[in-house]
């Protein structure tokens, strides 16, 4: 979150309102941002970035209580983790009029099928998950990539395994 306000501020974005499990003053005082709570930031904000872990507690956040919060003419964007959302009611708060517009840069499924409804809206755009595209974020996945390999073939303990 700290780093999208980063990027925005130098566009002129008057306030910041953040929400979450607790206040973060350090960080808000970056970007003079005011820590509030998930029903005033979806009353007040004219764009809801969401960027939450996926966790027990975020999994389906944002529903038809969210999105009846939110202005008619707020515009609702994703690219924390699909089912962060339940898009059956994303969909009907953008036909309905409720909300102005989306993007999502994730969904559940991904990539949702060819006949999912929110594919057919002109107000919400679905990209496919591209907030991990940077070199940088690609070069330090391979290398996590590589050095699970080498310890796996070593038969040690690999130090980013995926327990199932």
Do not use: W
Not at 74 to 101: K, P, T
Request: charged share 20%; proline share 6%; net charge neutral.
């Amino acid at each position: 979150g700290l780093a999208i306000a980063q990027r925005l501020k130098p566009f002129g974005v008057k306030k910041f309102l953040y929400t979450g499990r607790q206040p973060r003053p350090e960080c808000a005082a970056e970007v003079n941002a005011e820590y509030v709570s998930c029903e005033k930031l979806t009353v007040d904000s004219d764009f809801v970035i969401v960027s939450c872990s996926l966790t027990p507690e975020t999994e389906g956040l944002c529903n038809k209580d969210f999105f009846q919060r939110m202005k008619k003419s707020s515009v609702f964007i994703n690219i924390s983790r699909g089912s962060a959302v339940n898009q059956e009611d994303l969909y009907q708060a953008l036909v309905s009029g409720q909300i102005a517009a989306a993007g999502l840069d994730v969904t559940t499924p991904e990539p949702l099928p060819t006949t999912h409804p929110l594919l057919s809206l002109k107000n919400c755009v679905i990209l496919p998950h591209i907030g991990s595209a940077t070199y940088s974020t690609r070069n330090t996945m391979s290398v996590l990539a590589v050095n699970n390999l080498l310890r796996g073939l070593a038969g040690l303990e690999m130090p980013s395994e995926l327990k199932i």
